[in-house]
């Protein structure tokens, strides 16, 4: 678990550092900012399929099978 929410903070975090960027660099040209926006927008809709995939399936562990000693 703690692999997957790192991963998790490091993709928003970047995400969120490229968004600050972006309106800092382009605020001069509002309609250019919009854009952009919505495409970041785009790339976080994305996140939860990858967010899933970095999480992996969670297998249950199989029962134990009894254990024959051999000496009868």
Known sequence: MGNFLLAA???F???AALLAFVVKVLSS???RIA???GAIVGVLVAFPPVLEALKGE???PSPA???ESGVR
């Open 35 to 37: 854009v952009v926006v």
């Open 29 to 31: 040209t509002p309609a």
């Open 58 to 60: 969670r297998v249950a």
């Open 65 to 67: 099978a009894p254990v």
């Open 9 to 11: 903070v490091l993709i």
């Open 13 to 15: 975090g970047i995400t």
